[in-house]
Structure formats: C-alpha cells, structure tokens
C-alpha cells in the first residue's frame, strides 16, 4: 500500500499546484503524509455529505475539485460546517487533497472531460497556456461534433451526457441553428466570452451565466447569425466528469506501481439548487398597453 505522500506526489504530477491561478487553495489539507492509502473517492465538493461518503465508503484519501477553504481561517472547530467537514475526515483517517484551476487548466483537465462527456473531438483549449509548447493546456476548450446537430438536438445531448441535476440546461439561441463547432468550460464561464467569440463556434457550453453577459453575448450575436448560442448547465455538473477522468488517471498510475488502490467517483449531488419551477407561461396579447 503507497503511502499518501507517494499518492499525493502522483496527482501533482497530473495536476502541478504551481499552475493553479494565484488566488487559489490547492493541495492537501487535512492528512498525515505517512499514512497508507488503500481508498481514493473523488467528488466536486467538499462539502458535509460528501465527507461523511468518504468515511462510509472507508476511503483514506477525497480528492475533490473546490477548495474546503479558499481564503485563510483561525479555527476549524467542529462548530462551523468547514471545521465539522475537517473533524469528520480527521477522526476518520481521511485525508483531504484539492485539485481547482490546476486540473483546469491541464492536459487533459476539467473542460476536456467535459467535452467528452457531450460527445466533442476537443481540438484545442479556448484559452491557450502560454507556457505548453504542445498547446494543449489550458482554460476551456474548443470542440468539434462528428456530424452537425441542430442547438436542440446538441442541448438534449448535453442533458443525457450530463448528471441530473434539479435546474437541468438551459438554451439560448435558435433551437434550429446547425451547430457543428463547440467551446466548453467546466464551472462558471462567463469571463470567457470574448475568447468564445474569437474562437467563432456555434455554442458556448458552460456553467453559472449571468443576465448581463449572457445578454450581451446574445445580442453581440444579432451580428453573427445568432452565433454563439448558449447552453447554461448546472456548475457542478459541468465539473463532474473531471472526477471519473481523474479516477482513471489514478487508476492507471495505480496499477504501474502495483499499488493496488480502489478508486470511487461520489455520484451524491451537490449542486446547491435543489429543485425547480416553472411559471405559466406568460403571455402579453398587448404589448405596451397601458396599465
Ligand atoms: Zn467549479
């Protein structure tokens, strides 16, 4: 059995802290380097179901994407649920070990599961890294279909590609618009739309789009045959296929070294939105009438 410094050194070489953005908490956070790591579950949240799945699946290493905590703390007692989360896993022998903008941006990363996860041959990142002469790393990426689906048909796909959550996708653009060329970005993308519309792709998959920049976006599109359309999923699903890449990662790593671990991928939702409601639909048979 490796020990977790050994594990812990593997997954740096898939996800190097060093290439996490600088406001970010990567790394380990809670375990003893010496311990032995027979168990490895990955989940996208940290969060108090998903310790208490670690320790019910008797595993002594989570491996999550979000940081337990991304800006610094004076306490981790047990009376706020970050601490509870940290006290959980400690009495239980489970060690905590984050992965964020450093899976992000690796090859293959977060958006490359997720490109795979609807069906995309990637063909390059949205946002290149600089520093890769190979020109695969980097944030997002950009992905082609093998036959062109209309924004429906592609919407659909997405839906069955990705875990259900309570507030499922949701589309903005013509539900007939071929679309062929797709950028993704796993977890909240609307920083990059300027980089989506010099990439000149039919949709932008991605998470947590806000009114303005979605609005904007749509209206920039007036211009460009309604290109990019949008399809808006659920954060959460949008990172979790990174946890089954990862988990094959470490699978692979695993049985070069004879370490014989079990890997699990949590399947627990942790999307905040828990359900979801629709409004009759609102009809206006007088536009601008005066109340
Ligand atoms: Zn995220």
Redesign the pocket.
Known sequence: MPKLSAVIAALEALWPPERAEEWDAVGLVCGDPDAEVSRVLFA?DPVHEVAEEAVRTGADLLVT??PLYLRGTTTVAATGFKGRVVHSLIKNNVALHVA?TNA?RADPG?SDALAAAVGLRVTGPLVPDRTDPAGRRGLGRIGELDAPLTLAEFAQRAAKGLPHTATGLRVAGDPEQAVRTVAVC???GDSLFGDVRRAGVDVYLT?DLRHHPASEAQQAGLFDEGRPSLVDAA??A??WPWCEQAASQLDEISDRHGWALRTYVSRTVTDPWTAHAVSTEFTNSNPGAPR
């Open positions: 996208v994407h979000h964020h992000d977060v796993g977890g909240s998470a954060h959460w949008t990172e």
